[in-house]
């Protein structure tokens, strides 16, 4: 495994646990935000773990998703799809204080699970 790779793996982790930390504390929308990097981070492993290179420099998990040759169940990439919207949401005040109040403690719960899921099947077949 290469230094980036575990950069990148590292980082993954790093975010899941902070997404842990916001469910603990309530903090729902940022559970969203830190499962979707998670996610791409993780993505981004699998990229430099099969190229040598760096990954691409976008963070749609469906087109990380491709770019790392990896063909995810419909579910899955429908899960992908709505995850990656929360990168955006994130990031400006209005879309913050709204999309704060639409997610719950049970969405927010079901998200960081399926994330974990997600990441432990992208890191065993992105070998």
């Known amino acids: 495994m290469s230094d980036t790779e575990q950069m990148w793996i590292d980082q993954s982790r790093y975010d899941l646990d902070t997404a842990r930390a916001m469910l603990a504390s309530g903090r729902y929308l940022y559970v969203m935000f830190c499962c979707q990097q998670a996610s791409e981070k993780t993505l981004k492993a699998v990229i430099v773990r099969k190229t040598g290179a760096l990954p691409p420099r976008i963070h749609n998990l469906l087109r990380l998703a491709e770019a790392a040759g990896l063909d995810p169940e419909q579910e899955t990439a429908r ?49």
């Not at 879309?95 to 899921?117: D, F, P, W, Y």
């Open 79 to 127: 899960f992908l799809g709505e995850l990656s919207a929360y990168y955006i949401q994130t990031r400006y005040p209005e879309e913050v204080s709204a999309g704060g109040q639409a997610i719950g403690e049970g969405l927010a719960r079901e998200v960081l699970s399926k994330t974990e899921q997600f990441a432990a099947w992208v890191l065993s077949t992105g070998k």
